[in-house]
Nanobody, 126 residues
Framework: QVQLVESGGGLVQTGGSLRLSCAAS????????MGWFRQAPGKEREFVAA????????YYRNSVKGRFTISRDNAKNTVYLQMNSLKPEDTAVYYC???????????????????WGQGTQVTVSS
C-alpha cells in the first residue's frame, strides 16, 4: 500500500514557476515508477510526466518538454515536478501516481497508476 500526498500548487502568473511535491508513505517507494497527471475543468485527465524507479529514465508529454522537470528522491520518498514558463493552458489539478508498471508506458497505458494522491490545484493567470 502506498499513500501519496501532493503539495506546492497555487496561483502564478504566465511565465512563472512552481514546484510540486508528492510525498509517499511505505517502504517500497523506490520500487515504483512515479508519474504526474493533470485534469483541467471539463477535460479528461492527461499524462504530464513520469520517471522510473531510479529516476534515470524520464518521459514527458510534448507540450511540457523543455519547461517541466520530473525528479525523485528515494531517500525522502518524494517525487517532484518543477514547472517553469507556465502558461494558462497548464491550469489544472495535478495528481501524482505510483505504479509497478514501467514509466515508459504511463502515457499510453490505460489505467496506469496503482495509487493516486488527492491532487493539488495549479492556476496560471494570463
Amino acid at each position: 500500500q502506498v499513500q501519496l500526498v501532493e503539495s506546492g500548487g497555487g496561483l502564478v502568473q504566465t511565465g512563472g514557476s512552481l514546484r510540486l511535491s508528492c510525498a509517499a508513505s511505505g517502504r517500497t517507494f523506490s520500487s515504483y515508477a512515479m508519474g504526474w497527471f493533470r485534469q483541467a475543468p471539463g477535460k479528461e485527465r492527461e499524462f504530464v510526466a513520469a520517471l522510473n524507479w531510479s529516476g534515470l529514465s524520464k518521459y514527458y508529454r510534448n507540450s511540457v518538454k523543455g519547461r517541466f522537470t520530473i525528479s525523485r528522491d528515494n531517500a525522502k520518498n518524494t517525487v517532484y515536478l518543477q514547472m517553469n514558463s507556465l502558461k494558462p493552458e497548464d491550469t489544472a489539478v495535478y495528481y501524482c501516481a505510483a505504479d509497478l508498471r514501467a514509466a515508459a508506458v504511463a502515457e499510453t497505458s490505460t489505467g496506469w497508476g496503482d495509487y493516486w494522491g488527492q491532487g493539488t490545484q495549479v492556476t496560471v493567470s494570463s
